[in-house]
């Protein structure tokens, strides 16, 4: 069954609403009817099972029947160079899937895309609220404004991550030889470098920070391959834990 995304003040006190281009969507296209159950979350970590009690033009009024709290215990945020085009968009849809916390694009001293404006930073985070509602998660991964890669890097530390850096020229740690051991309750966030790959500097300044470099191994990866390969790896390190 569909799972729709409403305000978490639209689904409180036993009730919820759904307003504008949702309930148009709702009631015209998905042909949803007064008495009919609907799935709702609210972006926070709560799911839903919703009953129809009134349908108007723009609104859509509801009581809640049952509720549940599913959000991951764990943290895994992505620090990213912009990749050309549409991959970026794609690349937001995966990793929200996948059940990433949040994107942090960045910019390095290599980065070719450095400025994303306020209608695609919009556009970016109603792709994740799609990708959740698709694939059931009840939260939604968060959406950054970019920060540039130092500042990026104390964004991190600050957050009491363990951090990390794929780097083509690491050829002696995997993720999860750099991971092994650690104590990961806090999550994980991973760095990926723009298609020229980050300077010697930029490494030498996450280095002095505590990030570990890790290979992704022979072949040099896209910016959008290489941060999948890593959402992967991450999130099912993060999982095989059970935080």
């Known amino acids: 069954m569909p799972h729709f995304y409403v305000l978490p003040q639209n689904a409180a006190n036993g009730s919820f609403i759904m307003e504008n281009e949702l309930a148009h969507y709702v009631a015209a296209v998905r042909r949803f009817k007064v008495g009919d159950e609907i799935n709702l979350f609210d972006g926070l970590g709560k799911s839903f099972k919703g009953k129809i009690t009134n349908i108007e033009k723009n609104r859509i009024d509801g009581k809640i029947l049952s509720s549940s709290y599913q959000k991951p215990a764990w943290t895994a945020n992505l620090y990213t160079a912009i990749p050309k ?57 968060e959406i950054c404004r970019p920060l540039n890669f130092q500042d990026a890097c104390k964004k991190a530390v600050s957050d009491k991550t363990i951090n990390i850096l794929p780097w083509e020229s690491e050829s002696g740690q995997s993720i999860s030889q750099a991971l092994s051991g650690k104590p990961l309750k806090s999550g994980i966030a991973a760095f990926i470098g723009p298609e020229g790959g980050f300077e010697n500097a930029e490494i030498d300044f996450a280095k002095t920070l505590g990030f570990y470099t890790v290979s992704l191994g022979k072949n040099i990866l896209r910016v959008e391959t290489a941060a999948l390969a890593t959402a992967v790896l991450v999130t099912n390190t993060l999982s095989e834990q059970n935080l």
């Not at 937001?92 to 209608?119: D, H, Q, W, Y």
């Open 85 to 141: 085009g549409e991959r970026f968009e794609w690349l937001i849809e995966k990793c929200a899937e996948l059940g990433l916390s949040k994107i942090v694009p960045i910019n390095t001293a290599r980065s070719v895309l450095t400025e994303i404006s306020e209608n695609k930073i919009e556009r970016f985070k109603r792709i994740s609220i799609a990708a959740s509602s698709q694939c059931g998660r009840a939260d939604i991964m």
